[in-house]
């Protein structure tokens, strides 16, 4: 008993971890580009971004240092006995940037 409760518990760590991957993964913008591109880009596809700026100088100045997942609202609605359906109403990611 011991040994299949081990079991699946280690199996659905495992299955979760590459999830954790293609959140952040999705929400990284490819290859080098300003903090006003980026902001762009990630605002364009439906995040919400805080920029964490390091330094005085213009933004237009400024490097991008790093891109984190932050928090995402959803709601669950089963109306009328259908099956759930999860409908994500707001996600957040950081921009840190170097300037």
Not at 20 to 46: F, N, R
Not at 69 to 87: A, E, F, L
Request: net charge negative.
């Amino acid at each position: 008993m011991k040994k299949h409760l081990l079991m699946m518990l280690t199996t659905g760590a495992l299955a979760v971890i590459p999830l954790s991957y293609i959140t952040e993964a999705t929400a990284a913008p490819a290859g080098p580009s300003s903090v006003e591109d980026t902001v762009a880009e990630l605002t364009g596809a439906g995040f919400h971004v805080i920029v964490n700026r390091t330094g005085a100088a213009p933004l237009a100045q400024c490097t991008v240092t790093a891109v984190r997942p932050g928090q995402t609202y959803s709601t669950n609605d089963s109306r009328g006995g259908d099956p759930i359906v999860t409908t994500v109403t707001s996600k957040t990611v950081y921009v840190d940037a170097s300037c």
